[in-house]
C-alpha cells in the first residue's frame, strides 16, 4: 500500500475526518486530501513524525510506505544496507 493510502486506512481507523486531520497536522484539507490520493508526494519528515503520532502508527513502518529511510537511519546507511544484507543472506542461506 502506498503512503497516502496507508494514511487513509488509519485516519478512517480512529475515525478522525479528513478535515480535522489536516487541521491537527497544520496542512490545509486540500493539500492533505491530495497526500493521500497520491497526488502529492509524500510530506516532510516532520509532517511524517506527527502522522505517526496522531494515528498511533509505527514511524518506520510510515517512512517506508514514504519510499524513505527514517532520519536517524540516514546518517549511518552504510551499517544499515551492511545489516540489511547480512540478514538476507542469512535468510536465503537457511532457505536453501
Not at 506527527?50 to 509505527?58: D, H, M, P, Y
Amino acid at each position: 500500500m502506498a503512503f497516502g493510502q496507508t494514511v487513509r486506512f488509519h485516519r478512517n481507523q480512529k475515525g478522525f475526518g479528513l478535515n480535522e486531520f489536516a487541521e491537527r497536522l497544520g496542512v490545509s484539507p486540500a493539500y492533505w486530501s491530495r497526500v493521500e490520493r497520491e497526488q502529492e508526494n509524500p510530506p516532510r519528515d516532520d509532517l511524517v513524525e506527527r502522522v505517526a503520532a496522531i494515528l498511533e502508527v509505527k514511524l518506520d513502518d510510515l517512512f517506508c510506505e514514504a519510499g524513505r529511510l527514517p532520519p536517524d537511519l540516514r546518517g549511518d546507511i552504510k551499517a544499515v544496507v551492511t545489516l540489511y544484507r547480512r540478514s538476507r543472506d542469512a535468510r536465503n542461506t537457511t532457505s536453501k
